[in-house]
């Protein structure tokens, strides 16, 4: 049975109290733009994608999901841990050394529900295209997910992929942008201005799909399944998520400052107390 809303609401808030409190232990990771993510991976996790019980990198008979902007680890560790893919307790060892949570992921550890090395950006995309292509050979008819960030499209292999796709009709494939307007050194559009982004990968020969509440669990389950619908019509789809870098934290919002910078102690029990619940904290 699928989880209702109030429970993916209480996962999200707890998925946000575990990012805080793994870069606040080590004193470095990426917390805002997990925390702006994290409504979309618990959907996508608890509610929109077809998963299979285990985990096995061949992916046959299930959507698979690729993070390219690997940076945010913290989110999707914390997810795939609240999937059942390892034990919560394991995410007290998020970058220690020797630990399977590094600060991007990486395979060569085998952490259950990891098949990329991510972080060096704008290569996702074309691993999913890879893995979407291969889904179709296989005759497997199930889908393929990617997250990027905003700002990892100035990246210039994303473009190529871009075209790649939709020449090969790669139409199993669902590409998420989260469109934050953030990056490490400050707006996108000041970084580097990339204009319409839905003008964009529809003359790319995309279909796109605009989630503008990007932080509301309905939203997203509403625009994602509208995404889903697109699919298998002879061209990939695009999501453009709309969301606040550091969202559900006051003092992390509306800034760039926090995409790579940990709370203090004050700062941690400030954020605590905004996301109260009692799921269980590891």
């Not at 790579?260 to 269980?280: M, S, V």
């Amino acid at each position: 049975m699928k989880p209702n809303t109030q429970q993916l609401n209480d996962l999200t808030t707890q998925v946000r109290r575990d990012i805080l409190r793994m870069v606040h232990a080590v004193n470095s990771g990426h917390p805002g733009g997990s925390l702006g993510c994290t409504e979309f991976m618990v959907a996508l996790y608890q509610v929109l994608m077809d998963r299979k019980e285990g985990f096995d990198m061949d992916g046959i008979g299930e959507d698979i999901f690729f993070l390219s902007n690997g940076h945010i680890s913290p989110v999707f560790y914390s997810v795939l841990a609240r999937s059942g893919y390892f034990p919560v307790a394991e995410l007290a060892t998020f970058r220690h050394i020797n630990s399977r949570l590094q600060g991007h992921p990486t395979t060569h550890e085998g952490l259950p529900g990891i098949r990329m090395a991510s972080g060096s950006l704008g290569q996702g995309m074309s691993v999913a295209i890879g893995a979407a292509q291969t889904k179709k050979l296989n005759g497997d008819n199930h889908l393929v997910y990617s997250l990027h960030g905003d700002g990892e499209l100035q990246e210039g292999q994303n473009w190529e992929a871009m075209m790649y796709a939709s020449a090969y009709k790669v139409d199993n494939y669902i590409a998420t942008i989260d469109v934050n307007g953030k990056q490490i050194d400050g707006p996108t559009d000041e970084v580097l201005n990339m204009g319409s982004l839905s003008a964009k990968f529809i003359a790319f020969g995309w279909d796109v799909v605009e989630i503008i509440e990007g932080n509301n669990i309905e939203a997203i389950i509403a625009g994602m399944t509208e995404a889903k619908a697109k699919t298998g019509q002879g061209r990939p789809v695009c999501v453009l998520l709309h969301t606040e870098m550091g969202n559900g934290v006051d003092y992390m919002m509306h800034t760039h400052a926090w995409h790579g910078k940990a709370p203090n102690d004050e700062q941690l029990q400030k954020a605590f107390d905004q996301n109260a619940i009692t799921l269980g904290d590891y």
